[in-house]
């Protein structure tokens, strides 16, 4: 396992420009130039048409909350200051087929409810004992 | 068929092999917390007691089939290591247990056809409960290795395994109004069956559902009950041609059906287009057809089940109930070995018995079937197991001949 696990590797080619979006403050995922479906997972090939050549595209970054939990356990020794924490699945506006795992932050998860809007603010994702920190995409409740 | 067709997956196509072989030995290592054992060692113990079962003898077997991930498991080398054997064998790396435990029944159903093998052994171990302080989340390692996951999910706390399937549990929830009462309901029915059988680990840990609910989540809506056990073990079947079997010690159960279903919508979970349903939706039709029965003729059922969601959603998915009433279906004492309903890992499962998954299911199967299981359900003809890994399901049918 990388030293700075579980940070995210963020040359690794198919994810690079994940990361380097967020380092930007933009939310972006690869779009088909054949068919303009956007591919989550990242993939070698398009989904729907087969095509293999994408554009990394930005999103808005709203989208709807499509499943969370609280976690209160730390299965990693590298949560535990984290604990308690709400990863999340959210299913973007452009194509809520596009589920972005992430954290929802700045909410008490009491007052989270399935397809509640959320949008994507960026926050440095760090861990104890690796001087490194990267730009993360989390999400938040909107406001209002 | 109990749903709609729907098109995020696939059967894949099984020749029918109804029949044609029997599962003649069954047997199960000692099922332990940290042990100190190898993988291996495990395996021997439970192959050494399956073939004590059927009354082969180790230069019998000329088939054997594992799993070549989990740690050391017991390859051809190692049986010949360990009972001084030399035959031929062939040779299966299809094996072991989850979705395989199932489908190794299929692969050596036509290697016994074709004439390759006359006895088959499948055998799976694991000896997490001893390496887990040395494996990256447990369990979790090999999602931990995965490099989508490790640059798209870990980073945020979506890791390991109890974390993915809280989630749709939670979804599940949302969707079809299932509680946590249902969800302790399989928990409870887990381990009353465990407390009757005493090679479970949770034997003599009797669990309510008021305890159940009076516990703390530790991963919403999961409590520490909703989870699998860690533990160290393993367990082998051996299979042969049905009119060969009728030579053998043990009653006569024959591999009736089996089916494999996959998802089309990729291996991440959160790429599920499906996101609360499990492959079974494509697996167990096969396996019922290619077996002439329909749920309803099902007398004994045990599944993968990592954790209580797992039961609910495979359930639903394998037409014992309508999607979305697999809440409804688990209440009570449904899944109890005689609460009349539909008696469901009667060893104790994932749950409550050992953490061996899902080998120990087919075991238990085959016993029921026999009428020689600990907590028995009452002439017991049609046992079927359901194995699961996320983008894959599998079914088995077996039945007494
Ligand atoms: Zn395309």
């Known amino acids: ?144 | 068929m109990p749903h709609p067709a729907p098109d995020w997956g696939h059967a894949t196509t099984y020749e029918d092999v109804s029949g044609e072989i029997a599962v003649v030995g069954v047997g199960e290592s000692d099922h332990t917390r940290a042990s100190g054992r190898t993988s291996g060692q495990i395996a021997a113990q439970a192959v050494e007691r399956a073939l004590d079962d059927a009354g082969l003898l180790p230069s019998d077997i000329d088939g054997i089939m594992y799993a070549p991930f989990a740690g050391d498991q017991l390859d051809e080398d190692a049986f010949h290591r360990h009972f001084g054997t030399s035959q031929e064998m062939w040779v299966s790396k299809r094996g072991g247990g989850m979705v395989w435990a199932a489908t190794a029944a299929h692969e050596a159903a036509l290697a016994i056809r074709e004439g390759r093998a006359r006895h088959v052994l499948n055998t799976f171990a694991v000896a997490w409960a001893t390496r887990r302080s040395e494996m990256v989340g447990g369990p979790g390692e090999s999602h931990a290795q995965e490099l989508f996951k490790q640059s798209l999910e870990v980073p945020f706390g979506w890791f390991p395994q109890p974390v993915y399937f809280a989630t749709i549990a939670q979804r599940h929830m949302h969707e079809f109004g299932t509680t946590q009462e249902q969800l302790g309901a399989v928990a409870v029915a887990c381990r009353r069956h465990a407390n009757l059988t005493p090679s479970a680990v949770m034997h003599g840990r009797p669990l309510t559902l008021e305890a159940y609910l009076a516990s703390p989540t530790i991963v919403d809506p999961f409590r520490k009950e909703d989870c699998c056990l860690i533990s160290d073990g393993g367990g082998a079947y051996i299979m042969s041609a049905s009119d060969r079997a009728r030579d053998l010690r043990q009653p006569l159960v024959e591999v009736a059906g089996v089916g494999l279903g996959n998802s089309d919508t990729g291996v991440h979970w959160a790429e599920q287009r499906a996101f609360t349903s499990t492959p079974q939706v494509f697996a167990a039709p096969g396996a019922f057809s290619m077996a002439g029965v329909a749920p309803a003729d099902v007398d004994v059922l045990t599944l993968y089940d990592p954790f209580t969601i797992h039961a609910i959603m495979q359930i639903e998915d394998m037409g014992f109930c309508a999607k979305g009433e697999g809440g409804p279906f688990v209440e009570g004492k449904a899944l109890d070995h005689d609460g009349g309903g539909l008696p469901y890992n009667t060893h104790g499962g994932l749950l409550s018995h050992a953490y061996v998954l899902g080998i120990a299911h087919v075991v238990e199967v085959v016993r029921q079937l026999r009428g020689q299981a600990a907590a028995q359900v009452p002439d017991a003809a049609v046992g079927v197991y359901g194995g699961y890994t996320g983008p894959q399901a599998s079914t088995v049918v077996l039945r007494r001949a």
């Open chain 1, 1 to 144: 396992m990388r030293p700075d696990f579980p940070l995210p590797d963020t040359e690794w080619e198919p994810t690079r420009e994940y990361w380097a979006a967020a380092a930007r403050g933009e939310l972006a995922v690869p779009r088909c130039r054949a068919c303009g479906a956007y591919a989550w997972y990242p993939a070698q090939s398009c989904p729907a048409c087969g095509h293999s050549s994408f554009t990394w595209t930005t999103m808005s970054g709203r989208g709807q909350l499509f499943a969370w939990t609280v976690v209160r356990h730390a299965f990693l020794p590298q949560f535990s200051a984290e604990v308690p924490y709400v990863p999340a699945l959210v299913a973007l506006d452009e194509d809520p087929a596009v589920r972005i795992v992430t954290r929802i932050v700045d909410c008490d998860p009491t007052h989270l409810s399935v397809d509640l809007p959320v949008r994507v603010v960026f926050r440095p994702l760090s861990f104890p004992g690796i001087d490194r920190e990267v730009i993360a995409p989390y999400f938040t409740p909107e406001q209002g």
